[in-house]
């Protein structure tokens, strides 16, 4: 797997790096060079399954990062990492975890934001297919 963890805290980014041994995680300092570095992985056909973003940066926040994302084509996961709790984000992010959290959480949060994903993609499929059925039908 795939993660490209997205903090102005050096400390914090390196310690998430640290923790997820088992995946390949890269690390960006600075949000505004989000977007790119999710293209630039892409062109190379190495595309991020995960960006796991802090809300509070300097310059541009997570919500912002993670909104620009959702608008390509083929978004990877999207996380929301936040100290505050009461926010509701979940129309910006596939998941949101609360600072501080462990490893395990990060783990569930990324395989609760797949099912999630899996279920609304299976979704839109249906939709898609009964509308495609019904030009067919009346056309």
Do not use: W, Y
Request: net charge neutral; proline share 4%.
């Amino acid at each position: 797997m795939r993660i490209l963890v997205v903090d102005d805290d050096a400390c914090l980014a390196r310690a998430i790096q640290r923790r997820l041994k088992a995946c390949e995680v890269s690390v960006e300092l600075d949000a505004t060079n989000t977007a790119a570095r999710v293209a630039a992985a892409e062109l190379i056909r190495e595309p991020f399954d995960v960006v796991l973003c802090d809300l509070r940066m300097p310059v541009m926040n997570g919500i912002v990062v993670l909104a620009d994302l959702r608008a390509r084509a083929m978004p990877p996961l999207l996380i929301l990492m936040s100290g505050d709790c009461g926010l509701d984000l979940v129309q910006v992010a596939d998941a949101v975890l609360n600072k501080p959290f462990g490893t395990e959480q990060l783990l569930d949060a990324i395989e609760r934001a797949r099912a999630v994903r899996a279920t609304t993609q299976s979704r839109r499929t249906r939709k898609l297919a009964t509308v495609t059925n019904e030009h067919q039908v009346s056309g």
